[in-house]
């Protein structure tokens, strides 16, 4: 009887790992006969095929081929599927491994598979990346793949999501009748496992998903296709012309999918720094216009943001408008507008290149050891953590000359008086940005900035985290959708100081931010102002807003939700007005990604008055002027919780949304105060006055503890010159 796996394994030039992936396809459970190895040595250069003859010496399973010339990986695989008898099969990559006891867990479902009515057609593994210095991470596609039919056994149409995971073969264990039957066959050169595991999961009668990590991915290796320059990356575009002349014999509905993920794949390798070589970029986008020309789905319509604008330009060939926006990190401030209101911000864009020279000129003038560059929220103006610490700066290092960089005059306008800034791309912001000696921000500058020897980059970030942050999205591909890790990985190596609020933040930012910088556990510099403010500043402000005395206010502040857009509120707030009554004022403020208003406003006079401040520069005056918050997921209640006063946490998709961000804590078991789970609950713990003070009281002293009044004085002694002895920050270097 024919063995129930065959493992191909193609192996060239990799001696140094191949001892390890060899040990790791040893079984415990296999029967006699179940399991054979077919080793293809691809003509390696060094000592491959002397390890496999050794090996095979010892281990019966295994059978050696000797290519006479090397074939690549691609020909490698097909010489080895050539000899391979077993009834499943699965390609392995020989500087890989297969974690304890995979093997014998992927036996033991291929029989229970074999026992079923109709057994699957491709079986797929959970796998983590290892890293060279012996760290590992969880598959980041996993929950595309967890959740849903697939774990019982579907098709692709009916879990489509799986097109969005990783498509090497690695992970894919195929059954050999179905995957002959295909008529695919392995690529030549790079990427030539797509124009297989493509149509082998449009094509499946059965899909099955086992959910426990079988394959370890190494990264980061030497010679790896994924880091390593070569004219050979325009490979994907035969691998692209097979993948669709399969579809153009079998269609699917999914093509659009597919069309849409080679695209961004293409345009990833045109992206990646050093993988296409400069003197044939140009070659390798006009490629990719073709391959959008050739294959484009009828009807089909480019995704919504910055991947939908990408692809666009791509179709139009319109490589200097790409680089442009690409290099000045316009794309997704673009791809947050539609339209025509979209049309100006790539036209800017394209103007990147001379101001990327003028930057270089700068560059050379000696570096200015008494500037400082502050910005906050993409330049959206004058706010949050950088706020704080420029004013104490001013007091505590007044030779600290700062600048304020901006994007609007509009937003210039909105400064304090006497405040100085640049406009953003301007000659003077080029300057500043290139000789400056600090650089303060509660997001990142720019990675066309780059750092120069000797200057010092704050981050300050701009909230306790309850939703999963920078690297740990790699585990929400949703919400990571867009996202660059490296070039993340690449900010975060500019920073010296990373600014905690409190000792969970610094748990979980040291993690999602991973680099060698130096963590500033002062407590959050804006929250000074909440914490040292007096009750005539309160009524100032109240008055200023147009809040009448008596009126018991609450604030409402929303968070932002991927795939929602616009301002969504779930909260019907005519209804809380009319609940509340007259005697209520309540301010509503979107998240700052939404700038078109809220819409409600004034209406009856028997229910409360709405009154939208989503466009006040201050959210410590909006907190300071109201009685009582009511949020659902956002950074705010943490600071609010420094005033003492009650939090409503209004939570009707908490299972909604913490499946699609993740959280690092569950605020329904753990929550400021009161919890709604409708509107009218919402109302009930208003009207109730401070219904929750022991929950905030314990919220308090775990978010709170560093909190006193005089964040902004520790990081500015520890970060500028101050000429007095700085006040024991709690601070730690980092070194991974």
């Given amino acids: 009887m024919s063995p129930l796996l065959s493992i191909v394994l193609p192996v060239h030039g990799v001696e140094r790992f191949l001892p390890q992936c060899l040990e790791s396809l040893q079984g415990r459970?296999?029967?006699?006969?179940?399991?054979?190895?077919?080793?293809?040595?691809?003509?390696?250069?060094?000592?491959?095929?002397?390890?496999?003859?050794?090996?095979a010496a010892g281990d019966d399973r295994m059978r050696v081929l000797h290519l006479a010339e090397n074939r690549g990986l691609g020909g490698a695989r097909t010489a080895g599927l050539a000899e391979a008898r077993g009834r499943y099969l699965w390609f392995v990559d020989s500087d890989d491994w297969l974690p304890e006891g995979a093997l014998d867990a992927v036996l033991a479902e291929l029989r229970r598979e074999e026992a079923a009515e109709r057994p699957a057609d491709v079986l797929l593994t959970d796998f983590v990346h290892a890293?060279?210095?012996?760290?590992?991470?969880?598959?980041?596609?996993?929950?595309?793949?967890?959740?849903?039919?697939?774990?019982?056994?579907?098709?692709?149409?009916?879990?489509?999501?799986?097109?969005?995971?990783?498509?090497?073969?690695?992970?894919?264990?195929?059954?050999?009748?179905?995957?002959?039957?295909?008529?695919?066959?392995?690529?030549?050169?790079?990427?030539?496992?797509?124009?297989?595991?493509?149509?082998?999961?449009?094509?499946?009668?059965?899909?099955?998903?086992?959910?426990?990590?079988?394959?370890?991915?190494?990264?980061?290796?030497?010679?790896?296709?994924?880091?390593?320059?070569?004219?050979?990356?325009?490979?994907?575009?035969?691998?692209?012309?097979?993948?669709f002349a399969f579809l153009d014999g079998r269609p699917s509905p999914l093509r659009p999918l597919v069309f849409d993920r080679t695209v961004r794949q293409a345009l990833t390798v045109y992206d990646t720094p050093g993988l296409v070589p400069a003197a044939l970029r140009g070659e390798f986008f006009d490629r990719i216009t073709g391959h959008i020309a050739r294959h484009r789905p009828a009807g089909h319509r480019f995704p919504l943001g910055a991947q939908g604008i990408a692809s666009r330009l791509a179709a139009r060939g319109a490589r200097r408008s790409y680089d442009a926006l690409r290099r000045t990190r316009a794309l997704p401030r673009a791809a947050r507008r539609t339209?025509?209101?979209?049309?100006?911000?790539?036209?800017?864009?394209?103007?990147?290149?001379?101001?990327?020279?003028?930057?270089?000129?700068?560059?050379?003038?000696?570096?200015?050891?008494?500037?400082?560059?502050?910005?906050?929220?993409?330049?959206?103006?004058?706010?949050?953590?950088?706020?704080?610490?420029?004013?104490?700066?001013?007091?505590?290092?007044?030779?600290?000359?700062?600048?304020?960089?901006?994007?609007?005059?509009?937003?210039?306008?909105?400064?304090?008086?006497?405040?100085?800034?640049?406009?953003?791309?301007?000659?003077?912001?080029?300057?500043?940005?290139?000789?400056?000696?600090?650089?303060?921000?509660?997001?990142?500058?720019?990675?066309?900035?780059?750092?120069?020897?000797?200057?010092?980059?704050?981050?300050?970030?701009?909230?306790?985290?309850?939703?999963?942050?920078?690297?740990?999205?790699?585990?929400?591909?949703?919400?990571?959708?867009?996202?660059?890790?490296?070039?993340?990985?690449?900010?975060?190596?500019?920073?010296?100081?990373?600014?905690?609020?409190?000792?969970?933040?610094?748990?979980?930012?040291?993690?999602?931010?991973?680099?060698?910088?130096?963590?500033?556990?002062?407590?959050?510099?804006?929250?000074?102002?909440?914490?040292?403010?007096?009750?005539?500043?309160?009524?100032?402000?109240?008055?200023?807003?147009?809040?009448?005395?008596?009126?018991?206010?609450?604030?409402?502040?929303?968070?932002?939700?991927?795939?929602?857009?616009?301002?969504?509120?779930?909260?019907?707030?005519?209804?809380?007005?009319?609940?509340?009554?007259?005697?209520h004022t309540v301010l509503v403020r979107a998240h700052y990604f939404h700038t078109g208003g809220t819409g409600p406003a004034d209406g009856d006079p028997g229910a409360a008055r709405i009154l939208d401040v989503s466009g006040h520069p201050s959210v410590e005056d909006l907190c300071l002027a109201s009685d009582a918050l009511v949020t659902d997921y956002s950074s705010l209640m943490f600071d609010y919780a420094v005033l003492d006063r009650p939090i409503v946490v209004f939570a009707p998709d908490w299972e909604e949304y913490r499946a699609a961000r993740g959280v690092y804590f569950d605020l329904l078991a753990d929550p400021p105060g009161a919890v709604a789970l409708e509107s009218g609950q919402v109302a009930a713990a208003l009207l109730a006055g401070d219904p929750e003070p022991a929950l905030r009281a314990r919220f308090r002293e775990r978010f709170c503890p560093w909190d006193d009044g005089a964040a902004a004085e520790r990081v500015v002694r520890r970060v500028f010159p101050t000429g007095a002895p700085a006040a024991p920050p709690a601070a730690r270097v980092l070194t991974a």
């Avoid at 296999?30 to 003859?53: F, K, M, N, Q, T």
């Fill in 339 to 583: 339209g025509r209101a979209a049309a100006p911000a790539l036209r800017r864009a394209v103007r990147g290149g001379a101001r990327s020279t003028a930057y270089g000129v700068f560059r050379r003038l000696p570096l200015d050891e008494h500037l400082a560059v502050y910005a906050a929220y993409w330049h959206r103006g004058y706010a949050c953590n950088p706020a704080a610490i420029y004013e104490k700066a001013r007091e505590l290092a007044p030779q600290i000359r700062g600048v304020w960089v901006v994007e609007t005059r509009a937003q210039a306008a909105a400064l304090p008086p006497g405040v100085p800034y640049v406009l953003l791309n301007s000659p003077a912001y080029l300057r500043a940005t290139a000789t400056a000696k600090y650089f303060v921000n509660n997001v990142n500058f720019p990675h066309t900035m780059g750092k120069r020897p000797g200057a010092v980059q704050v981050q300050t970030q701009h909230g306790t985290p309850l939703k999963s942050m920078g690297m740990d999205l790699r585990a929400f591909p949703d919400a990571a959708d867009g996202m660059d890790f490296d070039r993340l990985r690449e900010a975060v190596g500019r920073w010296d100081y990373l600014v905690s609020p409190n000792p969970h933040t610094s748990e979980h930012f040291t993690r999602a931010f991973p680099g060698r910088y130096e963590l500033l556990e002062t407590g959050y510099p804006r929250n000074d102002r909440l914490v040292n403010a007096t009750a005539e500043e309160c009524a100032a402000v109240r008055e200023a807003l147009g809040i009448a005395a008596g009126q018991r206010t609450v604030l409402y502040a929303p968070t932002h939700r991927e795939g929602r857009g616009g301002y969504l509120p779930l909260l019907d707030l005519p209804e809380l007005a009319r609940r509340l009554g007259p005697g």
């Fill in 29 to 55: 459970t296999a029967a006699p006969g179940e399991v054979e190895i077919i080793a293809v040595d691809d003509r390696s250069p060094d000592r491959c095929g002397a390890l496999l003859d050794r090996h």
């Fill in 131 to 243: 890293y060279p210095d012996g760290s590992a991470e969880p598959n980041p596609w996993r929950r595309l793949l967890a959740t849903g039919p697939l774990r019982d056994g579907c098709t692709a149409a009916d879990q489509p999501g799986l097109l969005r995971s990783v498509m090497a073969v690695w992970n894919k264990v195929l059954r050999r009748d179905y995957l002959l039957g295909l008529g695919v066959e392995f690529g030549r050169g790079y990427y030539e496992d797509i124009s297989v595991t493509y149509p082998a999961l449009l094509a499946a009668g059965r899909l099955r998903y086992l959910d426990r990590p079988c394959y370890a991915y190494r990264r980061g290796r030497p010679g790896a296709i994924t880091s390593t320059p070569s004219p050979r990356h325009a490979d994907a575009f035969a691998q692209y012309d097979a993948i």
